[in-house]
Each structure stands twice: as structure tokens, then as C-alpha cells.
Antibody, heavy 119, light 111 residues
Framework: QVQLQESGPGLVKPSETLSLTCIVS????????WSWIRQPPGKGLEWIGY???????QDNPSLNSRVTISVDTSKNQFSLKLTSVTSADTAVYYC?????????????WGQGALVTVSS | QSALTQPASVSGSPGQSITISCTGT?????????VSWYQQYPGSAPKLIIY???IRPSGISSRLSGSKSGNTASLTISGLQAEDEADYYC???????????FGAGTRVTVL
């Protein structure tokens, strides 16, 4: 059973960088796409981007190149950095696994991490 | 890239059937059979309940079914039960640079 767990600061100041890590249960990080998805309070879901197990990435253009996603297969984890944050970036951030061939289908999700952007 | 269009809420009595619609464009729903549906309870992560328009993952109730016609996908819940009260989100592959887009979500209420 694949398990994912997000970790990182719950509070980030405006203009700073949001950083989150997702730990994947051992042995499951290869040959899949690993995504970050966020959900502002009371709102819908937004795909942020993915990293493949070989390091290849793609992110949502609506985030204006503020996103960096990386993977460390030796530690079974992948990470998100979102720069120049504003209050609009306040959300629950989920890490999720994308299918091996269909990265847009998310079959396992972490429990989510609330990140608040505030001074 | 605009979100897919879903009704904000749908309600029904126990035992009834309800259908949630999800409308997109030819660049997403209409062009590909890559529609997924997710169920989300308050305070919990979304759960995949339908993929590739109509396929249920293992362990998902057969009361849930998906379909598609043109640019609109639908999720039908048959024999509505109290446990079906949740938010439901559709998503689709998009050939735009966004890769995947979601609907705004539909709150299902069991009366």
C-alpha cells in the first residue's frame, strides 16, 4: 500500500519561498509521476506540477514559473518550492501519485498540509 | 485555463439516483477519454472513484458510475446513501500546457 506524507512549515511570510516535502513509503517512488495539488480554503483543486522518478518535471503555467519540483529517489521523497508567495497561495497542499502512463490520474494522496501565507 | 463547470450542489433522498455533470471543451473532456472523478469528505484528501470516464478502481462501490457525451462528463450515484454526502470533483487531461484541470466541485447532500 502506497502512503504519502507531506511535511513543512505551516506559516510562510509574503514574498518568501514555500517549501514542502512528501515522503513516499519505501520502494514505491520509481516509475511513477509525483504531483503537487493545492486547495485554497473552501475552494476547488489546482494542479501545481509533477516530477517523474527520473527527474523530469512539468508545472502549471498559471503559477508563472514560481514552481520548482524535485525528487530524491534515494530518500523516497519529492519536494515543492514555490517562490514569491502571496496570500493567494494560502491553501492545503497535497502530494499525490500519478499513474505510470497517465500522470493526470491521481490514485494515492497524502493527507494534506495547510500552508498559510501571512506576515 | 478555465476550470471545468460543475453544479455547486446536488441533493437527493436516500435510495434515489443523482447525476453530477461536468462540462469542458474539445481540448479536454471532448477530446479524450481521460476524465476522473474524486470524492472528498471534509478535512480529508480526495479519493479517486472513477477514471477513464467510467472505470471504477478496486473497492469502489458499483453504485457509482461515470459516462461522457461530447464535452460533458457525468457521475451518477445510484441508491443514494448517507455515506455519499461529500464533495465531488471532476478532472480531465487537457492538451493545453496545464496538463490536467479540475472542476470547482459539487456538494452532494442526502436529504
Amino acid at each position: 500500500q502506497v502512503q504519502l506524507q507531506e511535511s513543512g512549515p505551516g506559516l510562510v511570510k509574503p514574498s518568501e519561498t514555500l517549501s514542502l516535502t512528501c515522503i513516499v513509503s519505501s520502494g514505491f517512488i520509481s516509475s511513477h509521476y509525483w504531483s503537487w495539488i493545492r486547495q485554497p480554503p473552501g475552494k476547488g483543486l489546482e494542479w501545481i506540477g509533477y516530477v517523474y522518478s527520473n527527474g523530469r518535471t512539468q508545472d502549471n503555467p498559471s503559477l508563472n514559473s514560481r514552481v520548482t519540483i524535485s525528487v530524491d529517489t534515494s530518500k523516497n521523497q519529492f519536494s515543492l518550492k514555490l517562490t514569491s508567495v502571496t496570500s493567494a497561495d494560502t491553501a492545503v497542499y497535497y502530494c499525490a501519485r500519478g499513474d505510470e502512463e497517465q500522470p493526470w490520474r491521481f490514485d494515492y494522496w497524502g493527507q494534506g498540509a495547510l500552508v498559510t501565507v501571512s506576515s | 485555463q478555465s476550470a471545468l463547470t460543475q453544479p455547486a450542489s446536488v441533493s437527493g433522498s436516500p435510495g434515489q439516483s443523482i447525476t453530477i455533470s461536468c462540462t469542458g471543451t474539445a481540448s479536454d473532456i471532448g477530446g479524450y477519454n481521460y476524465v476522473s472523478w474524486y470524492q472528498q469528505y471534509p478535512g480529508s484528501a480526495p479519493k479517486l472513484i472513477i477514471y477513464e470516464v467510467s472505470i471504477r478502481p478496486s473497492g469502489i462501490s458499483s453504485r457509482l458510475s461515470g459516462s461522457k457525451s461530447g464535452n460533458t462528463a457525468s457521475l451518477t450515484i445510484s441508491g443514494l446513501q448517507a455515506e455519499d454526502e461529500a464533495d465531488y470533483y471532476c478532472s480531465s487531461y487537457s492538451r493545453s500546457a496545464t496538463l490536467v484541470i479540475f472542476g470547482a466541485g459539487t456538494r452532494v447532500t442526502v436529504l
